[in-house]
C-alpha cells in the first residue's frame, strides 16, 4: 500500500490517500479541502478512487467530500454515532467560515468498532474512539505497524472536548484502551499537526494519563 499525504483546508487537516500498488485502487481519510490538490494527486498516482473514509465528520474534515464524490465513484463511510455532527456541517460551516456549504453528503454505510476494510492485500481494523466527537474512529493498519487516529490524539497533546458531543473522560478513556493498547512502535498519523509514536505519547503526553478520566 503506497500512502500520499496532503495538508487541505484552512484549519490545515492531515489528508491521506491510500493506494493498493496491485490494482491502483484508492481510498481517501479526511478530505477536508483543496479539491483542486485532491484531484491532482488522484490523477498522478493514477488512483482509482473507490472509498472516502472519515475518522470523523468535523466540518474541516469533511469540506470536499460532496465535490470528490459528485466527480468521482467513490462512496463515503463514517460511524453511525458521527450523522448527527454531519448533520450540524452546514450551519459549523456557516458559523466558522461565512460559506453556504450546501446540504451534507450522504453516507453509503457506516463503519462499526472492529469492522475490517480489506485494501489489495493489506486492512484496517476500525477502532471506536469517542470524546473528541461521539463516533469518532482510528483506523489501523497492523501490518504496516501504524494507525491513522484523526483528532483523538496528537504529538504531546489531544483533541478539545468543549464542542458538541465531546467529553474529556470518554476520550481520555479510548485514549488509553484503543490507542496505547498499540505496541510502542506504531506511527500515529493525526489530523493535525506532526506524526508521531504510540511509545512517544505514552511517555511524553501530559494529557493523556488515566488519572485524567474524570471530567
Known amino acids: 500500500m503506497n500512502i500520499h499525504h496532503l495538508t487541505v483546508g484552512p484549519l490545515r487537516v492531515n489528508c491521506f490517500l491510500l493506494v493498493d500498488a496491485k490494482s491502483d ?29 472519515n475518522t470523523h465528520a468535523h466540518f474541516d474534515h469533511v469540506l470536499a467530500v460532496p465535490d470528490i464524490k459528485n466527480k468521482t465513484d467513490a462512496t463515503f463511510h463514517l460511524h453511525r454515532d458521527e450523522q448527527p455532527v ?4 452546514p450551519v459549523a460551516v456557516k458559523t466558522w467560515l461565512g460559506w453556504e456549504w450546501g446540504p451534507p453528503p450522504a453516507v453509503d454505510s457506516y463503519l ?64 488509553n484502551e484503543q490507542i496505547f493498547t498499540l505496541p510502542d512502535d506504531y506511527t500515529l498519523f493525526p489530523g493535525h499537526g506532526p506524526f508521531t509514536t504510540v511509545g512517544h505519547e505514552r511517555r511524553h503526553n501530559p494529557f493523556a494519563a488515566p ?5
Do not use: C
Request: charged letters at 25%; a negative charge.
Open 25 to 53: 485502487e484508492g481510498w481517501l481519510i479526511d478530505p477536508g479541502g483543496n479539491l483542486n490538490d485532491i484531484m491532482h494527486l488522484l490523477e498522478t498516482t493514477g488512483a482509482r478512487l473507490t472509498r472516502i473514509i
Open 86 to 89: 454531519l448533520d450540524y456541517t
Open 112 to 175: 462499526a468498532h472492529g469492522d475490517k476494510l480489506t485494501l489489495g492485500d493489506d486492512s484496517l481494523e476500525i477502532r471506536h474512539v469517542p470524546g473528541h466527537s461521539p463516533g469518532s474512529i482510528i483506523f489501523v493498519d497492523h501490518s504496516g505497524r501504524r494507525a491513522w487516529v484523526g483528532d483523538t490524539v496528537f504529538r504531546e497533546s489531544v483533541g478539545r472536548t468543549d464542542l458538541p458531543g465531546g467529553s474529556h473522560s470518554q476520550l481520555i478513556r479510548a485514549i
Open 211 to 215: 488519572n485524567l478520566w474524570v471530567d
